[in-house]
């Protein structure tokens, strides 16, 4: 059974040989992967600027017309620190990037071919909440949510509406399904209100799953923090799938009340497990998630792409790795692995 028959049957929780893997190579060797994924080219006529700033930063300005800032040698990332759209009029000029034009996906049928036994994921924007919140900068959007919410919805529209034609062109492509990044959550609640999320942002989303749904892909979704409020009407609304680094924050218990409803894609928690580096801990960890989420389908493993960021030796995580690997085969058969592997 190849890794793209693997991963159909976790997400419609047909009884697959084995849970689903996504891990990177460790220590020059590799791991199970079932997994693809690729997204737009660069746009040839778009060129990035960076620049160090006096006080140890990097800046640069992205294709959507963001002025970012990071600490270098502290972090990969960073935050706007100057938004395309200072003021509401700024709007009506500002030109959003090409990323719903097909030439910039004019390698995707080769990728296809490269991955034809892996289930291949089309990297999308967002669902809008990603990139909408850095046009205003992050706390101005928040605050324009609050007071100016119609200027807000017509932002929110004109990115949607590029994200809508990736999924067009991701579809045509063949793709599997697609993958989006939008953390909606502190540590301790939604960023907004439950019900300022219903009325502002749920249409995106349903939008979304929608229009991948009608092109027979999945719709994939990452989210750090506590977005548990949100996860009961996205799984009525038909997500497949969450990628959560913290399981925990939302407890394991939790998680599987949604067994057979929707798919859940996780590392051993890169929060309150991992930092442990006790051996013991990860491996039971890793266990439980096998046996609560994943034994007839729903469960999709994987690591952390930033071992240095959270203070974890890449060991601790391959601990994880080996014991999904011991745990979460159940029919050898059909599992797509050479015994060595196992």
């Not at 159909?8 to 460790?26: E, H, K, T, W």
């Not at 759209?85 to 071919?113: C, F, S």
């Not at 892996?118 to 205003?136: D, H, I, P, V």
Request: proline share 6%; aromatic share 12%; with cysteine.
């Amino acid at each position: 059974m190849t890794s793209r028959e693997i991963i159909q049957r976790v997400l419609s929780f047909d009884n697959p040989p084995r849970i689903g893997f996504g891990y990177s190579p460790f220590q020059g060797q590799t791991r199970l992967a079932d997994t693809a994924g690729f997204g737009p080219a660069r746009d040839p006529e778009f060129e990035e600027k960076r620049w160090l700033d006096d006080d140890g930063g990097e800046q640069w300005i992205d294709d959507w017309g963001c002025t970012w800032r990071r600490i270098v040698g502290r972090t990969i990332g960073g935050e706007v620190v100057e938004p395309p759209i200072k003021t509401w009029d700024d709007l009506d000029t500002w030109q959003p990037p090409a990323y719903d034009d097909p030439a910039r996906y004019e390698h995707g049928p080769e990728v296809r071919e490269k991955f034809a036994d892996r289930y291949l994921l089309g990297s999308l924007t967002g669902a809008c909440f990603n990139r909408a919140r850095y046009l205003r900068t992050f706390a101005g959007y928040l605050e324009d949510c609050a007071g100016n919410p119609e200027m807000v919805n017509r932002l929110n529209k004109i990115v949607s509406d590029i994200i809508i034609g990736q999924v067009e062109i991701y579809g045509d492509i063949g793709c599997d399904g697609v993958m989006f990044c939008e953390d909606w959550g502190t540590q301790y609640r939604l960023l907004v209100s439950p019900p300022m999320w219903d009325k502002m942002f749920r249409w995106t989303f349903e939008r979304l799953i929608s229009e991948c749904h009608k092109r027979n892909m999945t719709v994939w979704m990452h989210s750090c923090g506590y977005v548990r409020d949100i996860i009961p009407p996205l799984v009525d609304l038909g997500m497949d799938l969450f990628q959560f680094d913290q399981p925990e924050l939302h407890g394991i218990d939790n998680l599987a009340q949604y067994h057979g409803k929707t798919t859940f894609w996780l590392p051993v928690d890169i929060q309150k497990i991992l930092p442990t580096g006790d051996e013991g801990v990860i491996r039971q960890r890793a266990r439980e998630y096998v046996d609560k989420l994943g034994r007839d389908g729903g469960l999709i493993v994987k690591d952390y792409g930033d071992c240095k960021g959270i203070g974890v030796d890449p060991l601790w995580q391959h601990w994880g790795y080996e014991e999904f690997k011991s745990v979460g085969v159940f029919d050898e058969a059909e599992a797509g692995l050479d015994r060595s592997e196992l």
